[in-house]
C-alpha cells in the first residue's frame, strides 16, 4: 500500500534524522560555535564506530557501552587535536592562508584516518550484534526496527545533555560565549584558548558516542565517513550554524528527505540528497533556520 | 624572462625528457612517467585556484573524472575523434562544471566552496556509478587503438600528449603568475574585501580560475581511459586525487609554479616507488602524513624553505 | 545642484540590531564632510553600505547622478568612489609599490581613457607613494611597516583609484599628535590641490573640527546633527549623546 510505505519512509527518516544529530553534533560544536572547520569529523566518527568494534569483538561489551567507556580518550584526543591546530594555525593569526592550511590539516587528518583504518582492518565490512539489533516493533502499520530507535533515542539523548550543558553550566556558557566574544571572556577571568579547547574536545568526544550508533545500524567500512562529510555540513549550514536546537530539525528533515528519496528513487541517490539541501540552502537562505 | 623564451626551454626540455624516456629501454618508464606528469598537472591546475586565490578545492578527482569519462562516452558513441581533440573535450567538460559549480558557490566564503567541491565528487560519482551508457558501478573496456601515428606504441604517445599538457599547464600558471591577472588572484587571497575596495571583480576573477584549474585537471583525466584500459568509477573518482591535487602543491609551495611541480615530481615519483616495494595503500598514508607535517611545521613548502635557505646563505 | 552622493532613507539591519536607521544625507563635490558618533553608533555600517563592502536593505545612494546601491564594490570603486578601511588591510603578500598596481590596473585601467602599463605604471606608483611619504620603501612588504606607515598606504591604495570621492574611515585611530596633523594636512591637500570632495570618520575631535567644513552627527544609526562644525558642537542634543554628559 502506498501510504504504508510513505508512512513507514517518513518514520524511518526521523529515525535516521535522529541518527544524524548524534554525528552532526560535534561539528556544530566545532564549526558552528567555534568557527573551526573539522572537515575530518566524520572519520572521528568512523574511528569511533571502529574502536567500539573492537572493544564489543573482544570484550564482549555493548557498543555503545564500549562507546562511553571511550568518551575520556576521545576527549584528550580532541583537546591534542586543538592544541595542535591552534598552535600551528589560529594562534599564528587570522589570514586566509592560515585558513587555507587549517582547512588542508583536518582534510589531511581525514584521509590518513580513513587510510589507516584500511591497512588496519581491510576494507570488509565489520559489524556488532546486540540484543536491540534484530527486532523490529510494530505499532499498527508502522515498523520501528529496534537498531534504528536505540541510536535515535540515545542521540537525542545526547542532544539534550548537551543543550543543557551549554546552557546551565559556566563553562557551557563561556563556551557560547567565546564565539562572539573573547575579549568579554578574558575581561571575565576564563580563558579563551582554555575554552575552545574544551569544546573541541567535546565535539570529539560525541564522535565517540555517534560511532557506536553508526555500527548498531550499519556494518561499516573505512570510507564509511565520506557519506557523512555532505550529510553534517548541510545539517550545520541549514540548522544554523551553532544552534544546537537548529540541528535536530534539519537533521530530521535530511533524514526524511533521503528516506523518500531511498524509498522512492533509490537509495544510490542519497549522497546527492545532502548536496541539494547544502546547495540550496547556502542560495536561499546561508543563516540556515535558527541561525544567529 | 618572456612567455616565448620560456616555451621554447621548456619544449625543449620536454623533447629531451621523451628521448631519455626511450633512451633507458624500460617500457615502465613510459607508464610510471605518464602517471608522474598527470600529477604535474593536477597539482599545476589545482594551484591555480587554491594557491593563487586561496580557495581550496578538496573534489580534484570530481574534475579529473569529469574529463576522463567524457572520453568514454566517445568512445560509446563510437565517434571518430582522435585523443588531443578528446582532451580538449575533456577541459571544455570540466572547465564548464568548475564554472557551475563556482557560480553556486563562490559568493560565499571559501569554507563552503571547499565543502562543495568535497560533496561534488561524491555526488558526481553516484551520478556516474547509476550511469550504464558508461559502464555504471561495474566500468566499462576502453580499447587502445591498434597503431599511433608518429609513435612506437600507444603508451609512448600517452606520455607524450601529457607531457605536452604539462608544459601547457606550466606555462599558463607561470605566465598568469606575473600578469594582471596573477595580481587580482593574488589580492583575492590576501584580502578578498580590500580586493573589492580596489577595484578587482573577485567573483569574475575566481570564477575564471575556477574554469581554468577545472579544465587542466579535465584534460588531465581525458586520456586516463585508454591508460587504465578498464574503466570503473572507482578509478577515476579515486581519493588519491583529491589528496594528491592538495598534497603536491602544499608540500611543493603554492605561490608560485615551481612548487606545483617539485611537489608532482617528488610525491608522485616516492608514491611510484611505494607501490612498488609496498602496498598501493602505504603510499597514501604517506601523502597524507606528509601533507600534515608540512602544513604544520613547513607551510611555505619546499620553494618556502629554499627561499628561506638561499636568504639565510646570503647574509 | 547635484549633489556628488546623495544618501536617502539608508537602512540596514543584522538580525534584530538595526544598525541604520533610515539615514539621509549629501556630500557636495568638493566638500569637507566630517562625520562623528559614539562606537556602534552606524558609522561603518554606513561606509559599508555607501562603499559596497555590505548591500543596504532599503534607501537609496545615488552617486555622480547614478544609482549605485545593489553594484558591487569594485563598480562602486570604478566609478570614483573610494574608501580607507578602519583596521589597515593591505595585500600581504605583494610590496608597497605593487599594492598600489593593483587599484592603478584594476580601477583606473578599467576606465576610458588613459591606461598605465609597463614604465608608465611604475612611475605612477613612485608617485602615489612618494605623496604619502612611502617613496622609499616602494620594495618591502606590508609587514615590514609600522602603523602610521600602513595607514598611509591604505590612503595611497584609495588615492590610487583616482576617485572623485573618498571616505576616510578612522584614519587616524592610535596615532600620535604629530603623526594625526600629518594625515589631516595629507587630506586637505587632497581636497585643496586634486579636488577631491573628502568624508573624513573619526573621533579625534581636533582632526575633525580642523578639517570638516560641514560637520554629520551619527547615534544609534540615526542622523542627529547635519551643519557647520562649530554650531553642530554646540548643539544640546550632540553635547549629551556624544560629547559627554
Known amino acids: 500500500m502506498f501510504s504504508e510505505l510513505l508512512i513507514n519512509a517518513i518514520v524511518a527518516g526521523i529515525l535516521l534524522g535522529g541518527f544524524y544529530v548524534a554525528v552532526t553534533i560535534g561539528l556544530s560544536i566545532s564549526f558552528g560555535i567555534l568557527d573551526v572547520v573539522n572537515i575530518a569529523h566524520p572519520g572521528f566518527v568512523i574511528l569511533g564506530a571502529y574502536i567500539a568494534y573492537i ?41 586566509a592562508q592560515t585558513a587555507l592550511r587549517g582547512l588542508a590539516f583536518f582534510f589531511g587528518l581525514l584521509f590518513v584516518t ?74 571575565m577571568g576564563a580563558d579563551p584558548t582554555r575554552i575552545k579547547r574544551t569544546a573541541f574536545a567535546i565535539s ?21 565517513g565520506r557519506v557523512f562529510i555532505g550529510r553534517v555540513f548541510a545539517i550545520c549550514v541549514l540548522g544554523g550554524m551553532g544552534s544546537l536546537p537548529g540541528t535536530v530539525i534539519a537533521a530530521m528533515l535530511l533524514g526524511i528527505a533521503e528516506s523518500l528519496t531511498a524509498t522512492f528513487g533509490g537509495p544510490s541517490w542519497a549522497p546527492a540528497v545532502s548536496f541539494g539541501f547544502l546547495l540550496v540552502t547556502l542560495a536561499i537562505r546561508p543563516t540556515g533556520l535558527l541561525g544567529r | 624572462m618572456r612567455l616565448v623564451g620560456f616555451l621554447l626551454i621548456a619544449i625543449v626540455l620536454a623533447l629531451a625528457v621523451f628521448a631519455a624516456a626511450r633512451g633507458v629501454g624500460n617500457a615502465y618508464v613510459f607508464y610510471a612517467g605518464y602517471v608522474i606528469l598527470q600529477y604535474v598537472v593536477i597539482a ?12 581550496v578545492n578538496f573534489g580534484s578527482s570530481a574534475f579529473f573524472a569529469m574529463g576522463a569519462y567524457s572520453t568514454v562516452v566517445m568512445v560509446e558513441l563510437e565517434l571518430p575523434i582522435p585523443l588531443p581533440i578528446m582532451v580538449v573535450v575533456g577541459g571544455i567538460v570540466s572547465g564548464i562544471v568548475g564554472l557551475g559549480m563556482g557560480y553556486l558557490t563562490l559568493r560565499l566564503r571559501g569554507v563552503f566552496f571547499a565543502i562543495a567541491t568535497l ?39 600517452l606520455f607524450a600528449i601529457m607531457l605536452g599538457l604539462a608544459v601547457i599547464a606550466l606555462t599558463t600558471a607561470r605566465t598568469i603568475e606575473r600578469s594582471t591577472l596573477g595580481y587580482g588572484f593574488a589580492t583575492i587571497r590576501d584580502d578578498e574585501l580590500a580586493a573589492e575596495a580596489s577595484g578587482v571583480p573577485t567573483l569574475r576573477l575566481k570564477l575564471i580560475a575556477t574554469t581554468l584549474s577545472g579544465a587542466f585537471m579535465g584534460m588531465a583525466g581525458a586520456p586516463f581511459p585508454y591508460y587504465i584500459s578498464y574503466m570503473q568509477p572507482a578509478s577515476a573518482f579515486a581519493l588519491d586525487y583529491g589528496v594528491n591535487a592538495i598534497a ?7 605561490t608560485s609554479w615551481v612548487g606545483p611541480l617539485i611537489g608532482a615530481l617528488l610525491l608522485a615519483t616516492l608514491q611510484q616507488l611505494a607501490t612498488v616495494m609496498m602496498s598501493g595503500v602505504v603510499n597514501l598514508l604517506i601523502v597524507g602524513v606528509l601533507l600534515i607535517v608540512f602544513v604544520i611545521a613547513a607551510p611555505d613548502g619546499i620553494v618556502g624553505l629554499a627561499r628561506k635557505i638561499i636568504a639565510r646563505w646570503r647574509t | 545642484m547635484t549633489s556628488l552622493l546623495a544618501v536617502d532613507n539608508l537602512s540596514k539591519r543584522f538580525g ?71 583596521l589597515p588591510r593591505p595585500f600581504v603578500s605583494v610590496s608597497l609599490a605593487e599594492n598600489l598596481k593593483i587599484p592603478l590596473l584594476y580601477a583606473v585601467n578599467a576606465r576610458p581613457g588613459q591606461h598605465f602599463k609597463g614604465a ?73 590641490e586634486q579636488g577631491i570632495t573628502i568624508v573624513m570618520i573619526e573621533h579625534i575631535m581636533s582632526a575633525v573640527m580642523r578639517f570638516s567644513q560641514r560637520l554629520i552627527v551619527f547615534v544609534s544609526g540615526r542622523k542627529i546633527a547635519d551643519g557647520m562644525p562649530e554650531e553642530v558642537v554646540r548643539n544640546p542634543e550632540v553635547e549629551s549623546a556624544y560629547l559627554g554628559q
Not at chain 1, 520501528?144 to 556558557?173: D, E, I, K, N, W
Not at chain 1, 558516542?209 to 545500524?217: E, H, Q, T
Not at chain 2, 555526488?123 to 587503438?145: A, H, M, S
Not at chain 3, 584609495?158 to 594625526?180: C, N, Q, R, W, Y
Open chain 1, 114 to 187: 580513513e587510510v589507516a583504518l584500511i591497512l588496519i582492518f581491510g576494507v570488509d565490512y565489520r559489524f556488532v550484534s546486540a540484543p536491540y539489533i534484530g527486532p523490529t516493533f510494530e505499532l499498527g502499520v508502522l515498523d520501528l526496527p529496534a537498531r534504528l530507535v536505540v541510536p535515535c533515542v540515545v542521540s537525542l539523548l545526547l542532544f539534550a545533555v548537551l543543550q543543557l550543558y551549554l546552557s546551565r553550566t559556566f563553562t557551557g556558557r563561556a563556551i557560547m560565549a567565546v564565539a562572539q566574544d573573547a575579549l568579554a571572556l578574558r575581561l
Open chain 3, 120 to 192: 608608465a605604471l611604475e612611475e605612477r606608483c613612485e608617485e602615489l607613494l612618494s605623496l604619502v611619504g612611502l617613496a622609499d620603501k616602494a620594495s618591502r612588504r606590508p609587514s615590514e611597516l609600522t602603523q602610521i606607515e600602513m595607514r598611509k598606504l591604505e590612503l595611497a591604495r584609495a588615492m590610487a583609484t583616482e576617485p572623485k570621492l573618498l571616505i576616510a574611515d578612522e584614519a587616524m585611530a592610535g596615532l600620535s599628535h604629530s603623526e594625526v596633523a600629518e594625515i589631516v594636512d595629507l587630506l586637505l591637500r587632497l581636497n585643496s
Open chain 2, 119 to 157: 560533496a561534488l565528487a561524491i555526488v558526481l560519482e553516484t551520478i556516474i556509478v547509476n550511469w550504464d551508457f558508461v559502464g555504471g558501478g561495474r566500468g566499462t573496456y576502453i580499447i587502445r587503438p591498434r597503431s599511433v601515428p608518429l609513435f612506437e606504441d600507444y603508451v609512448q604517445y
Open chain 1, 204 to 224: 570529539i568526544a560525541t564522535a565517540s558516542i555517534a560511532g557506536a550508533l553508526l555500527i548498531v545500524i550499519q556494518p561499516i567500512e573505512p570510507s564509511a
Open chain 2, 44 to 55: 599545476t591546475a589545482w594551484n591555480i585556484l587554491g594557491g593563487y586565490t586561496g580557495y
Open chain 3, 16 to 86: 534584530g540590531f538595526v544598525a541604520l536607521d533610515g539615514v539621509s544625507l549629501a556630500v557636495n563635490a568638493g566638500e569637507r564632510v566630517g562625520l562623528i558618533g559614539p562606537n556602534g553608533s552606524g558609522k561603518s555600517t554606513l561606509v559599508n553600505c555607501i562603499s559596497g563592502a555590505t548591500q543596504n536593505e532599503s534607501g537609496t545612494v545615488y552617486f555622480n547622478g547614478r544609482r549605485v546601491d545593489g553594484l558591487k564594490a569594485h563598480q562602486r570603486t570604478r566609478l570614483g568612489l573610494a574608501r580607507t578601511f578602519q
Open chain 2, 248 to 254: 603536491m602543491p602544499m608540500i611543493g609551495g603554492t
Open chain 1, 55 to 95: 572493544i564489543h569483538s573482544q570484550f564482549g561489551v555493548d557498543p555503545i557501552l564500549a562507546a562511553a567507556i571511550m568518551l575520556p580518550v576521545f576527549y584528550a584526543l580532541g583537546a591534542a587535536v586543538y592544541q595542535t591546530y591552534f598552535v600551528s594555525f589560529e594562534g599564528r593569526g587570522q589570514s
